[in-house]
């Protein structure tokens, strides 16, 4: 079921870092004279993640949380959790934390919930510089692993198009909750570029060189809606009509795909107010408890 209603245009996206700023003048500067090595630019720095300062609320809920690590290959994933019960995963977006998800915590285990956050790969506390949708899907599922099967997956963003590559490959879990959620890697790229202000040149070498990286079939095959018509688990997606950063588009396209998934439309808490919404919470732990009736 499609629940949606209408809201006022997008608000425009934050202003670029200072470093991203000095990478775009010289990847353009580049492109105009080595197109080539242009893209390999591009695409080193599409896969590097940035590290944001965690907010005092969030180094305040990891003073309380139960911290461990999992073995990913020879990275140990840095993870956090909450509370005792059915186990609920929280998976953060590009350049996120899990502590990002934080809000959730504290109603989830006050309904009876364990709740797992962890860092995926080159984000948070743990270590690496650079990362790529396979790798932050496969460590998902590792995580998934460690802790058995999972009530639930509340995943914001590029981690909801993580989660469902999971799932894919067979992570356990009894339903999702996804929160503004990228669903295709086309797009990604395409907001990408325009967030660093690339020239057309460098954008499509850009994705000539993901091609190369992952195959000509990688903007059908890491498609989150590709991957959703052969899911079968109850889905409930919440995206904000005036997200910025991941179109609300992705969040319809997601749903349509996915068989009885729900979309819920917000407005006015754009890509990150919508983690730490009352109602957006309130709805997510009765779709959860829902699960477990």
Known sequence: MIAERSASPARTSPSLPFALRL???????????????????????????MRHPEPKREAELL?????????????????????EGPTVLLVHGWSGRGAQLGAFAAPLVAAGYRVVAFD???????????????????????????????CAVVAHSFGALCTTLALRDGLAADGVVYLGPACHVRMAVQGFARQLGLSWTVEYGLRGEMERTFGPGIWHDLSA??????????????????????????????????????????????????LRDEGVLGQAVEFIADLSR
Do not use: C
């Open 225 to 274: 809606s590709t991957v959703a018509r052969g899911l079968r688990l109850p889905a409930l997606i919440m995206h904000d009509i005036e997200d910025a950063e991941v179109p609300h588009a992705e969040g319809l396209s997601l749903a349509h795909a996915w068989p009885g998934a729900r979309l819920v439309t917000t407005a006015g808490l754009g890509h990150r107010r919508i």
């Open 63 to 83: 003073e309380v949380a139960e911290h461990f690590t999992v073995p990913f290959g020879d990275i140990p994933l840095a993870a956090y959790a909450w509370g």
């Open 23 to 49: 990478a775009q003048t010289g990847v353009n500067a580049l492109g105009r004279v080595a197109p080539p090595l242009a893209g390999k630019w591009a695409l080193d720095l599409f896969f590097t993640p």
């Open 120 to 150: 995926s790969p080159a984000h948070g506390r743990t270590p690496g510089r650079r990362t790529t949708a396979i790798e932050v899907a496969a460590s998902v599922h590792r995580i998934g692993e460690h802790l058995g099967p999972l």
